[in-house]
């Protein structure tokens, strides 16, 4: 068993308070249980294993009813320390273990690092279990270095380097060894002198360099024969002997291994008095055990049902929580769907009042035309017809003209033909009088040329006659569209076709152009799609324009009849 278990006691508060009697129906405060661990303590260092016992496992009943993790801690590291001394590992195991568990509950690093450092020491030299025992150690190591605590950091590697030693790992425990030499002399007294000088014999022994090895196992000794470190002397024979035995001194060797037996054996006779002298207490200790595993899970059963009613007390928020908000959601959500109905009403009112003007400003614009189309050709060209008549009379009359008669008749002619076409342009003498399908097929005639073929198909009796305000509107519509084809696709190809169901009049221009982006503003407005469509929206009709990039462009018009 290593030099180095652990029996100091760690709190998180100071002063310690002096014990007084206490009676056993009441409940102790944080400062009284701290005053009985202190005692505990006290008498454990003193070797008094039955009183210390005794009042650690009351500190520990008081210290579950309180909830004190921290006290619960250094209770079970009390109880563990006095096994650990009477050479009862498992126990010791038991209790470490316990304690580990609350204090890692708690912040108290100093009792955390000391606990790895003893469950290290029980896995490694107890129970021979090196690479457990050694993971411990590392723990143990981890915590010194984070508090700084150099003088623990000293002693952990000083037990990982003998638990490397005994298992021939000599490569990994070297480390370990090199520091261990070097900072002796600071951070190590004369109780690790024993333990040092062996370790540093049986790396020499490793290497094969005797001299040395000699001179340590022989310090070691004396070392521990000074200062009666009856265990660590012990361990310090049985490697001497080892190293003896394998360079051939024999005699030596069986002087040294019979000195590890006679210690061995007065250490066992030492334990098993005082494990005589607490068989009553260990008898308790069991049956105590027993009892604060049930106050244990009490308190954990107790606490369970605090947890799960503050639980369920947070469900019960969260659910309310949740309803408030979902109701704040739902009114914002009808407040924003109001809103939004209210805007789109008056959007609505809005696009009404512009479709109005835009009809009204059609109905004003094809109204002007009739009226400035009939002016033009009732009056404009019957007179200059009657003036070029009254000319041609003349001219009869006389054989001789002058210039300026004959420049005068041509510009009459040519005035009568342009007043004629505008006339025409304004209000087709054809859609008038032989209607929407002659005066179509007759525009797309007109329209086509050698670049530009607009191709008519229509399905519907040629002599088929239509509302005049219809008529007009609808042929305006596509005269724009082909002009639209004309000016801005660079197609040689185009088709307008007509068919006619119960539902209206369908009309689907085509072309092979270069078509356009619909989604570009720009485009619509300069096309003027905006205007057709606001017409269409007039008649109650509807409008689908296809178009992509390279790819042409179609439109499909239907417009109930």
């Known amino acids: 068993?290593?030099?180095?278990?652990?029996?100091?006691?760690?709190?998180?508060?100071?002063?310690?308070?002096?014990?007084?009697?206490?009676?056993?129906?009441?409940?102790?405060?944080?400062?009284?249980?701290?005053?009985?661990?202190?005692?505990?303590?006290?008498?454990?260092?003193?070797?008094?294993?039955?009183?210390?016992?005794?009042?650690?496992?009351?500190?520990?009943?008081?210290?579950?009813?309180?909830?004190?993790?921290?006290?619960?801690?250094?209770?079970?590291?009390?109880?563990?320390?006095?096994?650990?001394?009477?050479?009862?590992?498992?126990?010791?195991?038991?209790?470490?273990?316990?304690?580990?568990?609350?204090?890692?509950?708690?912040?108290?690093?100093?009792?955390?690092?000391?606990?790895?450092?003893?469950?290290?020491?029980?896995?490694?030299?107890?129970?021979?279990?090196?690479?457990?025992?050694?993971?411990?150690?590392?723990?143990?190591?981890?915590?010194?270095?984070?508090?700084?605590?150099?003088?623990?950091?000293?002693?952990?590697?000083?037990?990982?380097?003998?638990?490397?030693?005994?298992?021939?790992?000599?490569?990994?425990?070297?480390?370990?060894?090199?520091?261990?030499?070097?900072?002796?002399?600071?951070?190590?007294?004369?109780?690790?002198?024993?333990?040092?000088?062996?370790?540093?014999?049986?790396?020499?022994?490793?290497?094969?360099?005797?001299?040395?090895?000699?001179?340590?196992?022989?310090?070691?000794?004396?070392?521990?024969?000074?200062?009666?470190?009856?265990?660590?002397?012990?361990?310090?024979?049985?490697?001497?002997?080892?190293?003896?035995?394998?360079?051939?001194?024999?005699?030596?060797?069986?002087?040294?291994?019979?000195?590890?037996?006679?210690?061995?054996?007065?250490?066992?006779?030492?334990?098993?008095?005082?494990?005589?002298?607490?068989?009553?207490?260990?008898?308790?200790?069991?049956e105590y055990k027993r009892e604060i595993d049930k106050i244990e899970l009490q308190s954990k059963q107790k606490e369970k049902l605090f947890h799960s009613e503050k639980q369920r007390n947070k469900k019960i928020i969260t659910i309310m929580l949740s309803l408030f908000i979902v109701s704040i959601i739902l009114f914002y959500f009808f407040y924003q769907n109001t809103k939004l109905k209210q805007k789109n009403r008056i959007k609505n009112i809005q696009n009404k009042i512009h479709q109005n003007i835009i009809n009204a400003s059609i109905d004003g614009q094809e109204n002007e035309r009739k009226k400035i189309a009939l002016f033009l050709h009732d009056t404009i060209s019957a007179s200059l017809s009657s003036a070029g008549m009254h000319l041609n009379v003349f001219l009869s009359q006389h054989s001789v003209v002058t210039d300026e008669i004959i420049k005068t008749k041509f510009i009459l002619d040519e005035t009568h033909d342009k007043v004629r076409d505008l006339s025409h342009d304004l209000l087709p003498t054809l859609l008038v009088r032989f209607g929407l399908l002659y005066a179509l097929d007759d525009l797309c005639e007109k329209n086509s040329n050698s670049t530009l073929h607009f191709e008519y198909l229509n399905s519907i009796s040629i002599k088929n006659r239509y509302n005049e305000k219809f008529e007009t509107r609808i042929y305006f519509i596509i005269s724009e569209l082909l002009n639209n084809i004309i000016k801005h696709s660079q197609a040689n190809k185009a088709q307008v076709v007509l068919t006619e169901n119960t539902d209206g009049l369908h009309i689907q221009i085509n072309d092979n152009g270069k078509g356009f982006d619909i989604n570009e503003f720009n485009f619509v407005e300069g096309f003027g799609l905006n205007q057709i469509k606001a017409r269409i929206n007039n008649m109650n009709g509807h409008i689908d324009v296809k178009s992509k990039k390279n790819q042409g462009t179609s439109i499909k018009i239907r417009v109930p009849i």
């Not at 540093?200 to 360099?209: A, E």
């Not at 265990?231 to 019979?258: C, M, P, R």
Request: glycine share 4%; aromatic share 16%; net charge positive.
């Open 1 to 286: 068993m290593p030099l180095f278990r652990t029996l100091i006691l760690y709190f998180l508060f100071i002063p310690f308070y002096s014990f007084s009697a206490i009676g056993e129906n009441k409940i102790l405060s944080k400062k009284e249980i701290t005053a009985l661990l202190y005692t505990a303590k006290e008498y454990l260092d003193k070797g008094n294993f039955e009183k210390s016992l005794i009042l650690s496992r009351k500190t520990l009943k008081y210290s579950i009813l309180l909830k004190n993790n921290n006290l619960v801690a250094n209770s079970y590291n009390i109880i563990g320390a006095n096994f650990d001394e009477l050479y009862e590992s498992e126990k010791a195991l038991f209790y470490y273990k316990k304690c580990l568990i609350y204090a890692e509950k708690t912040e108290n690093d100093p009792l955390i690092k000391q606990i790895y450092n003893n469950l290290g020491n029980i896995y490694c030299f107890d129970k021979r279990e090196y690479e457990k025992g050694i993971s411990y150690y590392i723990r143990s190591l981890h915590y010194s270095k984070t508090s700084n605590d150099n003088v623990q950091t000293f002693f952990t590697k000083l037990n990982i380097a003998w638990a490397y030693f005994d298992i021939k790992n000599y490569k990994e425990g070297l480390p370990y060894l090199k520091f261990l030499n070097k900072h002796h002399p600071k951070l190590g007294d004369e109780t690790t002198l024993v333990t040092l000088n062996m370790l540093n014999g049986m790396y020499n022994k490793h290497i094969n360099n005797n001299a040395n090895a000699h001179f340590y196992f022989k310090e070691a000794i004396k070392n521990g024969k000074k200062n009666s470190q009856k265990t660590d002397l012990s361990y310090a024979y049985q490697e001497y002997s080892k190293f003896l035995s394998k360079i051939g001194d024999y005699k030596n060797a069986y002087a040294n291994l019979n000195s590890y037996n006679t210690l061995t054996n007065e250490i066992t006779i030492e334990g098993e008095v005082k494990k005589a002298n607490l068989a009553g207490i260990n008898l308790e200790i069991d």
